[in-house]
């Protein structure tokens, strides 16, 4: 079970700082994916568009975490953990967070705008479908996991975008259905924390556990199999003897179990608290992340 006191380390934080979530920052990593997994990143070209893109994002990510929080107030009051956010907790008047708000909307729009037409409509339309999540489609089961995914999805293209590389099949596929997983499996563990009658969270109440943890699965195995397609692809040039894509396909699967795990112990409610400190699936991360690199390295 999560810790319903807030960590000694983050409590210290400024209210405004920890207002716009800290932890919750390493999500944008998934900004760079395309620029690493194209090999594009070793251009120093790429490099101007990657930072804007990834300013962008956590910018407007900070602007959606404060609505979030104004527009939910009332009720994080009444939830054993959201009620320490500094809205919630009285400690960041409302003024200041809307100014907050709408200052970091128009940075992050303007960043992206410096970069290209193209990031600049998606960090737009990012910025629409998270409005409408948090003014009224958060309340619907369904859509509100897919609108929550299609911000981990945005984020992937985000880089594609912004650095004019072409997104694979494979690539959008993985990362389309991983960020389903991430929020099911999110969904999922909130609803054995807290249950329906004790739910806060609206769409919570339209969903059972038994169908959340299918979706999940079911995430989770298109995952796999669209990346061993990927892995096992015909016509790719064979540089070694060991064929580092197939030897990365087990330890991503091995993560991914790990994480489900975690999900069916209902201790994957905040997605990036388990990238920071479980050590298991840090471990079988940075295995993956490493034979992938090897990957892709040995093909340059």
């Given at each position: 079970?999560?810790?319903?006191?807030?960590?000694?380390?983050?409590s210290?934080?400024?209210?405004?700082?920890?207002?716009?979530?800290?932890?919750?920052?390493?999500?944008?990593?998934?900004?760079?994916?395309?620029?690493?997994?194209?090999?594009?990143?070793?251009?120093?070209?790429?490099?101007?568009?990657l930072?804007?893109?990834l300013f962008?994002?956590?910018?407007?990510?900070f602007?959606?975490?404060?609505?979030?929080?104004?527009?939910?107030?009332?009720?994080?009051?009444?939830?054993p953990?959201?009620?320490f956010?500094?809205?919630?907790?009285?400690?960041?008047?409302?003024?200041a967070?809307w100014?907050?708000?709408?200052?970091?909307?128009?940075?992050?729009?303007?960043?992206?705008?410096?970069?290209?037409?193209?990031?600049?409509?998606?960090?737009?339309?990012?910025?629409?479908?998270?409005?409408?999540?948090?003014?009224?489609?958060?309340?619907?089961?369904?859509?509100?996991?897919?609108?929550?995914?299609?911000?981990f999805?945005?984020?992937?293209v985000?880089?594609?975008?912004?650095?004019?590389?072409?997104?694979?099949?494979?690539?959008?596929?993985?990362?389309?259905?991983?960020?389903?997983?991430?929020?099911a499996?999110?969904?999922?563990?909130?609803?054995?924390?807290?249950?329906?009658?004790?739910?806060?969270?609206?769409?919570?109440?339209?969903?059972t556990?038994?169908?959340?943890?299918?979706?999940s699965?079911?995430?989770?195995?298109?995952?796999?199999?669209?990346?061993?397609?990927?892995?096992?692809?015909?016509?790719?040039?064979?540089?070694?003897?060991?064929?580092?894509?197939?030897?990365?396909?087990?330890?991503?699967?091995?993560?991914?179990?790990r994480?489900?795990?975690?999900?069916?112990?209902g201790?994957?409610?905040?997605?990036?608290?388990?990238?920071?400190?479980?050590?298991?699936?840090?471990?079988?991360?940075?295995?993956?992340?490493?034979?992938?690199?090897?990957?892709?390295?040995?093909?340059?």
């Amino acid at each position: 079970m999560t810790n319903p006191e807030p960590s000694s380390r983050i409590s210290r934080l400024p209210p405004w700082l920890r207002a716009i979530r800290p932890t919750q920052w390493t999500k944008n990593i998934l900004v760079a994916a395309a620029p690493i997994t194209s090999l594009q990143i070793f251009h120093a070209e790429t490099w101007g568009p990657l930072a804007c893109a990834l300013f962008s994002f956590l910018f407007v990510s900070f602007s959606i975490y404060l609505l979030n929080d104004i527009v939910d107030v009332e009720s994080d009051r009444l939830h054993p953990t959201k009620r320490f956010r500094p809205i919630a907790a009285r400690q960041l008047p409302l003024g200041a967070a809307w100014t907050m708000a709408v200052a970091f909307a128009m940075a992050s729009l303007f960043i992206a705008g410096i970069a290209s037409l193209r990031l600049l409509c998606l960090i737009a339309l990012y910025l629409v479908l998270q409005l409408s999540y948090s003014l009224y489609l958060k309340k619907i089961p369904i859509l509100d996991i897919a609108l929550v995914a299609s911000g981990f999805l945005l984020r992937a293209v985000a880089g594609g975008v912004a650095c004019d590389i072409a997104l694979s099949q494979w690539f959008l596929l993985v990362t389309s259905f991983g960020s389903l997983f991430v929020v099911a499996g999110k969904r999922y563990s909130e609803l054995k924390q807290v249950g329906t009658d004790g739910a806060t969270r609206i769409s919570l109440r339209g969903y059972t556990p038994s169908f959340l943890h299918s979706v999940s699965t079911m995430s989770m195995a298109i995952v796999i199999v669209c990346y061993g397609l990927w892995a096992f692809r015909e016509g790719q040039p064979q540089v070694s003897y060991i064929d580092w894509d197939v030897i990365s396909v087990a330890p991503l699967t091995l993560a991914l179990l790990r994480y489900s795990q975690l999900i069916d112990q209902g201790l994957a409610g905040e997605p990036e608290s388990v990238l920071l400190h479980d050590r298991l699936f840090q471990l079988l991360t940075l295995s993956w992340l490493v034979s992938a690199a090897v990957s892709v390295l040995s093909a340059r």
